[in-house]
């Protein structure tokens, strides 16, 4: 499923609900585009788990849990939680 993963796909939560757009996957987690980040969080790359991933369908990245828990899973670039 990884490779199917590719940049400027839009990723989203079980739910339908925009989470983010894909710049890369690095490693065993896709890096989020720094124009996803918000509020004191703007500005600097996210990323979330490959783990999460349920499926890759179409130019859609859709995540296993909803959109308002899956921006809780997202990881700063050291790999700790994003503190909302």
């Known amino acids: 499923m990884q490779r199917k993963i590719k940049e400027s ?5 079980a739910d339908g ?3 983010g757009t894909v710049d890369r996957v690095e490693g065993e987690r896709i890096k989020l585009k720094k124009s996803d980040s918000f509020g004191r969080h ?5 990323y979330i788990e490959l783990g999460f991933v349920a499926g890759v369908e179409g130019d859609k990245v ?14 700063e670039a050291n790999g700790r939680p994003v503190n909302l």
């Open 9 to 13: 796909m839009e990723v989203i939560g």
């Open 62 to 75: 859709r995540l296993s849990a909803n959109a308002d828990i899956a921006v809780t899973l997202e990881e």
């Open 42 to 46: 703007q500005g600097h790359h996210h």
């Open 17 to 19: 609900v925009h989470v």
